[in-house]
């Protein structure tokens, strides 16, 4: 009989969870699953997690939420064979996007039993693991005042997109790649092992989760009307023709901002810092996906 453990975030997206929550137990029980529902609660999630996990030994989680409640799955599962389903039910869905996953929740349901598994590469970001995208400067400012917000959607979080544009600051960084150093003045800076976030901006026209390579998506300065400009080239795959970005793959790579910066991963802020180590995982969490 295959385990599986689902977990849901009843604060993701904004969405009321009840409907999916049955339709969750419908179809564990239609396919005769042993399962476990847990619902997060915002804190120790992880611990809880890897005790389920313990407990259950799924061979997949379904993961009903956004990025930060797959951030919490993958850093449950890394380093063992049990694969990941995204249900997508958060509010931007940048993994569920940049992996195709059906926006319908029953077709997403269905990847349990009919997914094909894709080995995806992960980042070490000081320490900490990043799956999707992590950034410094204007995006990671953004992701602060989200977090604060009680309420939910891609609303929000362009309510407060706008907002940051009137306040970007300059930071001068200091980059250390493995074969050469670089300095760069930049308002924000875009660690992507992705190609783009949930919004549907492509930041990383040459993203790939499997190439055993990440980008940095250097943006210098630009004149307030250019963001409408870096917008369009955004959603038309155009981005890195700007001449404000700069985009260079590497595998590994030390930044030095002169200034301390905030930094987030996944949607989840993980403080204010000076120093960005990061080095890619290859091929180290496996989801399953509709084709690969
Ligand atoms: N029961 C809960 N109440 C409040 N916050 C919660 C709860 N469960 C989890 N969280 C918080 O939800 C955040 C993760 O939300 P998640 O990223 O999955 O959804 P989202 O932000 O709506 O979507 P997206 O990442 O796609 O933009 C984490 O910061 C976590 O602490």
Redesign the pocket.
Known sequence: MKSVLFIV??????IDKSALLDSIESFAQEHHYRYSIY????SA?LEQVKELIAELNPAVIAVA??????LTAVNAVFGTPTSIVIIPV?????MAKELNVPMDINKALALIESGKDLLIDLLDINGKICVHLADVGLNAKVVKRF?QDPN?GLWIYGKYVFRELFQLRINRFSIQLPERKIRRFAVSMIFANASKY?TGAVINPVGSLTDGKFELCIIRQFPFWQFFVLAYKAFFGKFSDSEYVEIISTSQVTVKASRKTLLQAD??IIGKVSTIVIKVLPQSVSFLVSSV
């Open positions: 975030n009843p604060f993701s997206g904004g619902k997060t609660t915002g999630d939420g956004g990025d930060g409640t797959i958060g509010s931007a869905n940048g977090e939910r949930g949607g989840e």
